[in-house]
């Protein structure tokens, strides 16, 4: 059974620093890892998506790594900003099946 | 604009009824979801569907119902025998197995928070 873990559950850093999300899986045969944002009392919203056959994806400030060997992906976001301020969540589709596991969270506060 | 709309955006249920929860979408996505979300917690899937006229249930199906009568449609009933229904949920659509699935990016709706009376 796929389970997705993200450490730490909370991280709160300076202005302009670069920090790095973890999110750990465990079975390593999946189609794609997501990576969201949701802030206090929204939905979620998608920040990249890495398919299985890539290693890693961009978007402006954030990128995001995918290594199924060792079943991690990391979130980077560089020189952050108190607008990051948010919850960050991955989100796995394990092959052979059309559900998505989640990860808890990570609590990300950008402090001015 | 194209989305996923949730209605209502809160909602009161009293002991023993039944509330259906909304959720519509533009995106002409053949997959939707659907998810409960607790503190401190990861999302929850409850239903799912990937064509019209067919649906699964997720792992806390117990409690709820769902239809899927229209392609852009997918309505979720949280019923009497659902006895801690108080949570955050939350709908989703994705493009399905046309799109293939490596490629299916998950879209969300803006939520209903469902409370007990």
């Known amino acids: 059974k796929q389970e997705v873990t993200q450490i730490p559950a909370a991280l709160s850093v300076p202005e302009g620093e670069n920090l790095v999300l973890n999110c750990s899986f465990t079975?390593?045969?999946?189609?794609?890892l997501q990576w969201f944002r949701q802030d206090p009392g929204k939905g979620l919203t998608s920040l990249l998506l890495?398919?299985?056959?890539?290693r890693e994806q961009t978007s402006g400030r954030l990128n995001a790594s995918l290594d199924k060997s060792s079943g991690r992906s990391t979130l980077y976001i560089a020189a952050s900003q108190p607008g990051d301020s948010a919850t960050y969540l991955c989100a796995v589709l394990t092959s052979g099946t059309y559900k998505y596991i989640f990860g808890t969270g990570t609590r990300l506060k950008v402090l001015a | 604009d194209g989305g996923i709309t949730q209605s209502p955006k809160y909602l009161f249920r009293k002991e023993g009824q039944n509330v259906t929860l909304s959720c519509e979408q533009n995106?002409?996505?053949?997959?939707m979801y659907w998810y409960r979300q607790d503190p401190g917690q990861g999302l929850r899937l409850i239903y799912y569907s990937q064509i019209v006229n067919d649906f699964q249930k997720g792992d806390i199906a117990e409690g709820y119902s769902v239809s899927r009568e229209k392609k852009e449609s997918f309505p979720l009933t949280v019923t009497s025998a659902q006895k801690n229904p108080t949570a955050f949920y939350l709908c989703a659509s994705s493009i399905g197995l046309a799109g293939g699935l490596a490629k299916n990016i998950q879209y969300f709706g803006a939520g209903t928070r469902l409370s007990v009376l």
């Open positions: 079975d390593s045969a999946i189609y794609n």
């Open positions: 995106l002409n996505h053949d997959a």
């Open positions: 890495i398919q299985s056959s890539q």
